[in-house]
């Protein structure tokens, strides 16, 4: 299985800030020590221009890249504009890309970062910058490796950027099951949204979970899928207000994997958010998921085109 690493791309940020930017450091360090032998570590390149327009406007493309942002926007975001940010947002897309096109030889790909899921075509929030999901399946589209792409967002927090780029699409469906009193405050519509009561665990989740994929496969057939594996849902969460255990994210992990691989759909893997209280229970969520997607590469394997 190829994994793609991004941590080495890092957004300076002030001193005290909450997002939690070592944790990427982190688990690459863990995979190394533990997967690298069974497993390929890459660093992606970054996303190009042409791939950023696919999913998002001109006019918003440009001003990113120059520092052209208002106070506003920067705050909306959540972190300070640097050339470092743009690359760093760059290498994130690419991961994905690189990703899902590894997705199609092997049936499992990761990036160990990625999701930046609240990215709109034209605007941004939530420290997303450039939407990786989106630019990702436009790339593979436009490349003709794959036509039809399914999003399973499992992040607490919904996929509200991914679901305004791609409402009206027949081609992307847009799953997303979250916290229904989570930020965005205000939701978009996604193509299926399963809304979570605060203080939802492990039975209710899985439930809700193996329900909504059933409702999305007796609609859609992918050729290839992103999977938004979110730390955020646990207990331990700062942002979460869920309560799944780490049992229970692994069993949501192998559920969502092990579904798409027996349908033969290939799968790349994000990471998502997470803020959990001690953040080595972020990073050790975030390795089960690439030690139960390790465990099933190849599993899903199918030809939709060449893949590099």
């Not at 605007?123 to 490796?145: T, W």
């Not at 938004?228 to 979460?240: H, S």
């Not at 309560?243 to 994997?257: F, I, N, P, Q």
Request: glycine share 10%; net charge neutral.
């Amino acid at each position: 299985m190829r994994i793609f690493a991004t941590d080495h791309f890092v957004l300076p940020l002030p001193e005290g800030h909450r997002f939690p930017m070592e944790k990427y450091a982190r688990l690459r360090a863990l995979v190394e020590a533990e997967l690298s032998s069974r497993h390929e570590i890459r660093i992606p390149e970054p996303a190009t221009d042409a791939e950023l327009l696919r999913a998002h406007t001109s006019d918003y493309v440009v001003r990113v890249i120059r520092g052209r942002l208002s106070r506003e926007e920067i705050r909306r975001i959540g972190f300070p504009w640097s050339e470092a940010m743009v690359e760093r947002s760059r290498r994130s897309a690419g991961a994905t890309i690189g990703a899902c096109r590894a997705s199609l030889v092997d049936g499992v790909s990761v990036n160990l970062a990625g999701a930046t899921h609240h990215a709109f075509a034209d605007r941004r929030e939530g420290y997303c910058v450039f939407n990786d999901s989106a630019i990702a399946i436009r790339a593979l589209q436009a490349e003709g490796r794959a036509r039809r792409a399914l999003i399973v967002d499992g992040d607490v927090h919904q996929g509200n950027g991914t679901a305004s780029i791609f409402a009206g699409d027949h081609d992307v469906f847009t799953f997303s099951i979250h916290g229904a009193r989570n930020f965005p405050h205000r939701k978009e519509k996604s193509d299926l949204d399963v809304e979570l009561e605060d203080g939802t665990g492990d039975a209710e989740y899985l439930g809700a979970l193996d329900e909504g994929l059933c409702r999305v496969f007796s609609r859609f057939e992918p050729d290839m899928a992103i999977f938004v594996a979110g730390a955020d849902p646990y207990e331990g969460d700062r942002l979460g207000r869920l309560r799944l255990t780490r049992e229970g994210l692994a069993a949501r992990d192998r559920y969502v994997l092990t579904t798409l691989a027996g349908r033969g759909v290939p799968v790349a893997v994000t990471m998502a958010g997470g803020y959990a209280r001690r953040m080595e229970d972020t990073v050790a969520i975030h390795f089960e998921t690439v030690r139960i997607a390790g465990g099933l590469a190849r599993a899903g394997a199918r030809a939709v085109g060449t893949g590099s």
